[in-house]
């Protein structure tokens, strides 16, 4: 079982950016690639971006490939998103997820409780 908690997140003008960490613990953590979905209003919940438990093998969608960048910290057990040129359609509630690679097509996957981000035009 692997925990995940998620900060970062808040209100920023369009344009901008915010990075946002989710701190993992629990066993064979570090075996499992990590990322990030996102829920909007009224939406489904979407893959975001992915980090393989090397840290060499990313997966970005389509949406956020060149704004956003992922990255990970073994030592720490911790994901970073680094989300710029922030755009208002990427308001939408964040969650870390850690599961078996590819994440974005994993069976089934750990959550964290999610993380509001939300970007005024």
């Known amino acids: 079982q692997v925990q995940l908690v998620e900060s970062g997140g808040g209100l920023v003008q369009a344009g901008g950016s915010l990075r946002l960490s989710c701190a993992a613990s629990?066993?064979?953590?570090?075996?499992?690639?990590m990322g990030w979905f996102r829920q909007g209003p009224g939406q489904e919940r979407e893959f975001v971006a992915a980090?393989?438990?090397?840290?060499?093998?990313?997966d970005y969608a389509d949406s956020v490939k060149g704004r956003f960048l992922i990255s990970r910290d073994t030592a720490k057990d911790t994901v970073y998103l680094q989300m710029n040129s922030l755009k208002p359609e990427d308001t939408a509630r964040y969650y870390c997820?850690?599961?078996?690679?590819?994440?974005?097509?994993?069976?089934?996957?750990?959550w964290g409780q999610g993380t509001q981000v939300t970007v005024s035009s």
């Open positions: 629990g066993r064979s953590f570090r075996y499992y690639s």
């Open positions: 997820a850690a599961g078996s690679s590819p994440l974005r097509l994993a069976p089934s996957r750990s």
């Open positions: 980090i393989s438990w090397t840290g060499h093998g990313t």
